[in-house]
């Protein structure tokens, strides 16, 4: 039984949402939701309202097909919640990227790291997130697609874009 | 830059470790709150349990009912395969409304039907109405020959399971009885079992008892253990060949008159596209009659499965109730009757809860297409439920053209390409303000593989038969290969054009264009799809339809003979619209406008409906 359209593998895995999933699931995805949102939003506070949004919706889930899923779902609810934030009238002003970058570090960074994430943050929403899932997430396009809701091929074409744009030259050993 | 650079920038984006202690306080105790304390902390709930439900080879009989026996049941039964049906309502109804003196073969007194209200109710993809049934005795054929219960649990469980299950079998059985064990000895609640059986009509009520086959066509019949429940599914080549549920004086139902319900072709779970363009219907005939005091239900309705021929479906029901009943029909055809892709309730009614939503529209319910006035005519727009991401439509493709692929000019695609493959000027069609305008082209061709999978997709890495070596080899030039840098299973290739010599021999059998173009610092976005493949056009994103099948626009912009459909809502807080037509000659225009507003929306609608850039508002 596929436990969704991106499983072929014919094998399900099922975890019931408890207190201790919750808590596990906080700790090692709370930070990738928030960079998820705050690459979205442009706004530290709004993005931490964000990942209080997500967790919240979180436990009103009752099982995940696995932990991955539970992470493409995290993905896809932080994505979803952060581009409905910027729909709606939450967001009005526009903060300038480095007073965000500023107020959103938690530790000093580098001239290239400084221009490296202000260069991703300028990505148009859909190729911003994919490189941050591919690159920093370590996810596969495969897990990529089933989190974002489209096409292996899409996210390919948007990883290719997103480096084209970012001018990011990766050796092959590097990937 | 690479991946550790990425990596060390945005380690530094983090949640500082007071707020997210904060935070994970306030999510716990929310938990508490909403789940009333301890009934979800109870220990090991979490402890995974893997289901291993591998696919295996085809054993004698599978092969046997996919070569030939049962190649009905195959090929109606796994439609969700990946099988596109094509439907011919008036063939059905010739074919399949019983003679005249079988509806007079009347042996058993059937309920007085002169006051009697039939059940009536508009579902996601069509309506069902319950008509009057008669009983006939007349002679048919049936599937006979039994297929023995180790080949039926597999064949059901291995191939059907995931959508056509609809009760209970002895594989699943063992399947749920061994994640019911597994919860218990941890103490568990047994809320992901019930996630795991939802969807089947029959839950565990019914059980498959037994498969007959022939040589045209096969039968399942699902009982309770007490007998007084049943349920016979029939799929053959042939109308005549069926197994009913005889009633007490012998004979079966038929229905009394032409069928009066009807549903689309929309199988969104597998095949992810909705031919919203002149879409095609099904007719089927569904109803109840109450019968020496046992309520016995027969539904009739038949597929053209394109090579696959027409096949003929008969479901029977014995005292189940009305919702199991028409959820079984439901399964059978493949037809989205129950909810509107999970956002609305079945009638489209209610809008479920909020942690559902997702690009969702602003609808509470999902109203009736309305009649819109326009600078350029009346447009009947379509309600669309949501607009969304689409994710199994991947691999339709072996050529992929974007405007950021790196080839020589004259290998690249422009908007004049796709009109002379439209015969659309779309230059003078689109909004000369929207200015930032980019151009994709995708191909697919006969035998051309990346890696020999069914899908046909990518760009084949061996020559073909007939191949030029010389041309071959300068085709490895125009191979999209950023790719090859991923782990094995993920290598992926394209061709990022086709106007190379080495397709000169090459058969395209499906193409789509598209040009996407948005105001200048503006919200406003257009985008011009031309493909003759409703596979291809759906890859990216799609409109969802509330009210199902579209209905058309008539006399828009003057134009009498030719069909348009139009969508539109406000999704998130922006205005969209989708409209639709065919070019006459297997070819398809898409519209699809982002905060244009309806006039906007409409004059390039208009432009491209009737191909005149001259035409004035109506």
């Known amino acids: 039984m596929r436990c969704c359209l991106n499983c072929r593998k014919g094998v399900v895995i099922l975890i019931g949402v408890n207190k201790e999933t919750v808590s596990v699931l906080f700790d090692e995805n709370a930070d990738m939701v928030y960079r998820i949102a705050l690459n979205i939003v442009k706004n530290r506070e709004e993005a931490q309202d964000i990942v209080m949004d997500v967790f919240t919706a979180l436990i009103r889930q009752e099982s995940f097909a696995d932990g991955g899923h539970a992470k493409a779902w995290l993905i896809r609810a932080a994505q979803n919640k952060a581009l409905n934030v910027m729909n709606s009238s939450r967001i009005r002003r526009n903060i300038p990227l480095d007073e965000l970058l500023e107020s959103a570090l938690s530790a000093p960074v580098t001239d290239s790291e400084h221009e490296l994430l202000d260069l991703v943050m300028r990505l148009p929403d859909k190729l911003k997130t994919t490189v941050y899932m591919y690159y920093y997430e370590d996810m596969t396009a495969a897990q990529i697609a089933e989190a974002l809701q489209i096409s292996e091929n899409t996210v390919y074409k948007r990883l290719e874009r997103g480096r084209s744009a970012l001018k990011i030259s990766l050796e092959e050993d590097e990937v | ?618």
């Open chain 2, 1 to 618: 830059m690479n991946r550790d650079t990425f990596r060390s920038a945005y380690d530094k984006l983090a949640l500082t470790d007071e707020c997210k202690s904060e935070m994970k306080a306030k999510l716990l105790a929310n938990m508490d709150q909403q789940r009333g304390g301890d009934f979800y902390d109870v220990g090991d709930c979490h402890r995974a349990r893997e289901i291993k439900i591998t696919r295996r080879k085809r054993g004698p009989l599978k092969t046997a009912l996919f070569a030939g026996s049962a190649a009905a049941a195959a090929a109606g039964l796994a439609v969700g395969a990946g099988f596109w049906l094509n439907r011919n309502p008036a063939e059905l109804q010739h074919n399949l409304t019983p003679p005249l003196e079988a509806r007079t073969a009347e042996t058993q007194t059937v309920e007085a039907n002169a006051e009697k209200e039939y059940f009536t109710k508009r579902y996601a993809s069509g309506t069902m109405t319950f008509q009057e049934f008669t009983v006939s005795t007349r002679a048919h054929s049936q599937p006979e020959e039994a297929v023995p219960k180790d080949e039926q649990a597999d064949y059901i469980s291995r191939e059907i399971l995931e959508r056509y299950l609809l009760g209970m079998d002895e594989e699943f059985d063992k399947w749920i009885n061994g994640l019911r064990e597994d919860n218990e000895k941890a103490g568990c609640e047994a809320h992901d079992i019930e996630q795991v059986i939802a969807g089947r009509p029959l839950g565990d009520e019914l059980w498959l008892s037994d498969v007959l086959c022939s040589g045209s066509g096969t039968a399942f019949t699902y009982l309770s253990k007490d007998g007084t429940k049943q349920v016979n599914i029939s799929v053959s080549d042939d109308p005549d060949e069926f197994l009913p549920i005889t009633l007490p004086d012998g004979g079966y139902l038929v229905p009394a008159g032409e069928y009066q319900s009807s549903f689309v072709v929309c199988d969104y779970t597998e095949h992810g596209y909705y031919q919203f363009v002149d879409p095609e219907t099904f007719d089927l005939a569904a109803g109840s009659e109450e019968i020496g005091g046992d309520e016995y239900f027969a539904a009739v309705f038949a597929f053209d499965c394109a090579d696959r021929g027409m096949k003929y479906y008969r479901l029977d029901g014995k005292n189940i109730t009305r919702e199991q009943f028409i959820g079984c029909v439901g399964k059978a055809a493949a037809v989205n009757l129950h909810d509107h892709y999970g956002y609305y309730s079945d009638d489209g009614m209610n809008k479920l809860p909020p942690e559902r939503e997702q690009w969702n529209s602003d609808c509470p319910v999902i109203p009736e297409a309305a009649v819109e006035e326009t600078m350029w005519g009346e447009i009947r727009v379509n309600v669309i439920a949501n607009k969304y991401p689409w994710v199994n439509s991947s691999y339709h493709f072996n050529v992929e053209y974007t405007d950021s692929n790196i080839i020589p000019e004259e290998y690249r695609y422009s908007i004049k390409d796709i009109t002379e493959y439209s015969g659309i000027d779309l230059e003078k069609a689109l909004p000369e303000d929207f200015e930032k305008r980019e151009v994709s082209y995708f191909a697919r061709y006969d035998g051309m593989s990346f890696n020999n999978s069914e899908y046909g997709w990518g760009a084949n890495k061996e020559m073909l038969p007939g191949d030029d070596r010389e041309q071959f080899d300068i085709s490895r030039d125009y191979i999209v290969n950023d790719y090859e840098a991923l782990s094995g299973e993920e290598e992926c290739s394209y061709y990022t054009t086709d106007k190379i010599e080495y397709f000169s021999g090459k058969t395209r059998t499906g193409a789509l264009y598209s040009v996407e173009c948005r105001s200048d610092g503006e919200s406003g976005l257009i985008k011009v799809d031309v493909f003759d493949d409703w596979e291809m056009f759906s890859r990216e994103t799609r409109a969802l339809f509330g009210r199902l099948p579209a209905e058309k626009t008539v006399g828009f912009a003057g134009v009498e003979d030719k069909s348009l459909y139009v969508g539109g809502n406000v999704l998130n807080g922006n205005e969209y619209y989708i409209g639709g037509f065919s070019t006459g000659d297997g070819k398809y225009v898409v519209l699809q406008a982002e905060n244009t507003g309806l006039d906007g929306f409409a004059e390039v609608l208009a432009k491209l409906f009737t191909n005149n850039f001259e035409a004035v508002p109506q």
